[in-house]
């Protein structure tokens, strides 16, 4: 028996130079046997992998007296990566195989051609789990913001997988740590230090408590597939996913939830008031409102544009009257629309908690939105926001207008393109206004920042972190500006 000793579990480089002079030997694969040496860990290996036999490394076409095909190269590269014991002696037989039967790799019929690509298969789906699951967490060391992610990978593909965090998180420090090896990037280069422990990783951040909220949030109990859900988030991930906490009381009540959303009377809150003028309401006229309470009541009986047909009610601004701040939403989502307030759904609480951390009472401020209606399309029962249209902004801004002539805020924030669009008239991408304030044409200071749902959609933990960090600076910005 000869003992092929490779340098570690993913020792490619290692497990091709002795094939090659095994298989140039004559060694039949039976009579192999392949050992991982240092315990499997990369950095154990300090000494050259014991080569095979003592004849040199045998890399010519020539001596090995045959090619082996693209096919073969691309399974076992990513078979090696398999935490399966079998794999080094599996893709042995496949390559002295492959000499009498070049075309082998397209038989997936053949028991082994069929195990080794199931074995690159599995691999393949790991890597796209970790590119799915990984959640990174805010951490500070001296030299500043850096993200820490755990994550216990079904098989051994961070490496292979660390160049895609490293293009997608270019500008944030980062380590991944995995029981295997982590990985850790510096904004320049990737490296790689041993494995770690769950311990090694911060606690979960506050920010998780949001996430899970609009997890929640965005959860149809109607449309549950329990068995193509854990197909997707496959259970051996839900420990390192804050959201997973939720998914067995979710899936627990799912059917009671949609026995009660069956049972419901059919609940099209746009019909429910369709053409029915709230209490307080002013009739459609074109003289400016002098007060922001004939604004409110402008707002409730506003035709100015169609999207008071399906909207519950206007949602007109609320806060300090001489507020020196005014911030600018979008328009008002579901809970607005029945709530008849700005910003007390889901992004209102995430920028409740931005406000907070910037030092900026809420009462203090004067809270509006650039579309006083709430725009939606049915799916279902279910009312699911649409962007309203630049038409529709414009038709809005005698509004937004008003309340600006009448309180004069020092400084307007602008939360995302539609407010800004509202508040300066032309559409301009928020990442070339963020930043820095601008005069807008009343004198009053315009900053332009991210609106809260944004950081509410970013699935990944790391890109959420650092932009509610930036929404936070920004939302100070403007209040130093208002002093
Ligand atoms: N999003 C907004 O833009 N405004 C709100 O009031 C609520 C959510």
Redesign the pocket.
């Known amino acids: 028996m000869r003992v092929a000793r490779l340098a570690h579990e993913t020792d490619f480089g290692g497990w091709r130079e002795a094939a090659r002079r095994l298989r140039a030997e004559g060694v039949a694969p039976d009579g192999v046997l392949w050992i991982v040496d240092g315990g499997g860990s990369l950095f154990a290996a300090d000494a050259e992998p014991e080569a095979a036999t003592a004849a040199g490394c045998v890399e010519s076409r020539e001596s090995v007296g045959f090619t082996v095909s693209r096919d073969f190269l691309g399974v076992a590269e990513r078979a090696v990566l398999h935490r399966s014991e079998e794999r080094f002696g599996l893709l042995y037989r496949l390559l002295w195989r492959l000499r009498r039967e070049p075309r082998l790799m397209r038989d997936a019929s053949d028991p082994d051609v069929w195990r080794a690509q199931a074995l690159a298969r599995d691999v393949n789906r790991a890597a796209h789990k970790m590119k799915a699951f990984v959640r990174f967490r805010s951490a500070r060391d001296a030299a500043g913001e850096a993200f820490v992610a755990w994550f216990e990978p079904a098989h051994r593909v961070v490496e292979a997988t660390a160049p895609f965090f490293a293009r997608r998180f270019a500008n944030m420090r980062f380590s991944i740590l995995t029981p295997d090896v982590c990985v850790h990037w510096d904004l320049r280069s990737l490296s790689f230090t041993p494995g770690a422990d769950p311990a090694d990783a911060p606690r979960a951040d506050a920010l998780e408590d949001y996430w899970r909220t609009y997890y929640a949030s965005i959860f149809n109990p109607a449309r549950l597939k329990v068995d193509a859900m854990t197909k997707e988030m496959p259970k051996r991930y839900w420990r390192n996913l804050p959201e997973a906490a939720l998914i067995p009381d979710l899936i627990a009540n799912a059917q009671d939830q949609t026995r009660q959303m069956v049972a419901a009377p059919a609940s099209k809150p746009a019909r429910r008031i369709a053409g029915v003028p709230r209490a307080g309401a002013a009739a459609p006229s074109d003289d400016p409102p002098r007060s922001l309470e004939a604004v409110a009541a402008g707002v409730s009986g506003c035709r100015r544009c169609e999207l008071w047909r399906d909207a519950t009610q206007g949602?007109a601004g609320e806060g300090a009257g001489a507020a020196r701040i005014m911030f600018v939403?979008?328009?008002?989502?579901d809970?607005?629309d029945l709530a008849g307030?700005?910003?007390?759904?889901p992004?209102?609480q995430l920028f409740d908690r931005a406000l907070a951390q910037a030092g900026v009472p809420r009462d203090a401020a004067w809270?509006t939105?650039?579309v006083k209606h709430f725009r939606h399309e049915l799916q279902g029962k279910r009312r699911i926001h649409k962007t309203p249209s630049a038409g529709q902004v414009s038709a809005c801004r005698w509004w937004l207008d008003a309340e600006r002539a009448l309180m004069r805020p020092k400084v307007i924030v602008a939360?995302?393109a539609?407010?800004a669009l509202g508040v300066m008239g032309k559409a301009i991408p928020v990442g070339r206004l963020r930043g820095a304030p601008i005069v807008l044409a009343d004198g009053a200071q315009g900053v332009v920042t991210w609106?809260?749902?944004y950081m509410l959609r970013l699935r990944d933990a790391a890109a959420k972190a650092a932009a509610f960090e930036g929404f936070v600076a920004d939302l100070k910005m403007a209040w130093s500006l208002a002093a």
């Open positions: 949602v939403g979008e328009q008002p989502g809970q607005e307030r700005p910003f007390v759904g992004a209102g809270i939105n650039a939360l995302g539609t407010a609106h809260p749902s």
